[in-house]
């Protein structure tokens, strides 16, 4: 099997299942719980939490653990819109958000507050001056995400963090589910107030995640209850979760430098691939992710290719796996102002460490022979 839907979701890393299971097995107890059991289980927790800041640099308290990028997103912009609404009711975020974002946006202009959808230039990324441009006296909350899932395009976070700054009552959000690993940000020199991670994008589990919240940064809890994770995210803690997801962070900073020299070979390689095949076209913009390579093969549907790679045990997708199930165009793709026979025929190739060079060009001939096999059929 070749995957390359790593975007999507990757798999998950030998010491983080085990990791998962021992805790699982010998730290079952609630870690609310007065008796030793559950002490030891809170002494677990703690320590996590500890090793969590320590690999983002921050501080032990501003780790709150959920369960992830979709929750983590929610909290932050519903969590900050709630809680600062007496000071105004208007965000900022762009035109090609993750759906946890967009829809979160959108389920609050139900509710009163007002959202400016920035544009982005052709290469998927939000200007400085737009940003500038659209804050006004009632804006709360900046919330951009730092790598497009997409189109793998990065965003200037550093620059807007540093514009931010001039606005102390502005609160900024990052979601950083595609960047951690893969991107470096330090959240502190980008004067990020709020920043989310998914485990299951860098083989961790489903179901893990964290959100920074920077300390002194208030939010309304979307979950009330006993009172967990300083009363922002109520309900018994995953602790087998947790100690997996800090495992899977460690390992993923470790791997960091050698695994983007080692996924930018594979996407350069791709992307002149990719150049020279007939009908192909490349979308990913330079100096983006090194995971993410985005195509359009106008007048084949996505859904075709994939099948007929998938055949052969090949496995790429089309948009965010959270909306590739809706057959429609690129939302990204659309407001980078790409026609149509391209925002309609795009697929997504995203790599991981564990990829070789060896299986890019099986999955080249793989591509070719299917694009050039649909051709000949409807001839």
């Known amino acids: 099997m070749i995957y390359l839907d790593n975007s999507a ?52 308290e501003e780790i709150i653990f959920t369960s992830g990028g979709t929750e983590g997103n929610n909290m932050a912009v519903k969590g900050i819109a709630l809680e600062h609404q007496q000071r105004g009711k208007h ?44 804050i006004r006296k009632d804006t709360i909350l900046v919330t951009i995400m730092h790598v497009n899932n997409e189109i793998g395009s990065i965003q200037p976070i550093a620059e807007i963090g540093k514009l931010l700054q001039q606005y102390p009552k502005i609160f900024f959000h990052v979601d950083n589910v595609q960047g951690f690993g893969k991107v470096p940000l330090h959240l502190k020199n980008a004067a990020i107030d ?34 967990q994770e300083l009363a922002i995210r109520s309900g018994t803690e995953n602790l087998a979760g947790i100690v997996s997801l800090v495992k899977a962070m460690r390992l993923a900073k470790e791997r960091e430098e050698e695994g983007i020299r080692h996924m930018s070979e594979l996407k350069s390689y791709l992307i002149r691939a990719f150049e020279k095949m007939e009908g192909v076209f490349v979308n990913t913009p330079e100096n983006s992710a090194p995971h993410i390579v985005n195509i359009s093969v106008p ?72 694009i050039k096999q649909f051709k000949t059929t409807m001839e």
Do not use: W
């Open 9 to 60: 979701t990757t798999k998950p890393d030998p010491e983080v299942l085990a990791s998962f299971q021992k805790v699982s097995e010998e730290y079952y107890a609630n870690p609310s719980s007065i008796h030793q059991f559950g002490g030891n289980a809170e002494k677990l927790l703690v320590a996590a939490k500890r090793q969590a800041a320590q690999l983002l640099q921050v501080e032990q």
């Open 91 to 134: 965000i900022i975020t762009s035109s090609i958000e993750h759906p946890s974002i967009y829809e979160a946006c959108k389920a609050l202009e139900k509710l009163g507050f007002e959202v400016t959808y920035l544009p982005v230039d052709e290469k998927g990324i939000v200007s400085v001056d737009d940003m500038k441009k659209a």
């Open 194 to 227: 709020l920043c989310t991670i998914s485990g299951h994008k860098i083989h961790g589990l489903k179901g893990t995640g964290i959100l920074y919240v920077r300390k002194g940064v208030a939010l309304f809890p979307l979950f009330h209850g006993g009172e």
């Open 299 to 370: 007048g084949i549907k996505p859904e075709v290719i994939i099948h007929m790679l998938g055949e052969q045990n090949i496995y790429i997708s089309t948009k965010s796996a959270c909306s590739s199930k809706v057959k429609d165009e690129s939302m990204v793709l659309a407001a980078c102002g790409y026609s149509k026979n391209r925002t309609t025929t795009a697929l997504r190739i995203s790599l991981s460490y564990e990829n070789t060079m060896q299986e890019m060009k099986i999955f080249v001939d793989a591509l070719e022979r299917s």
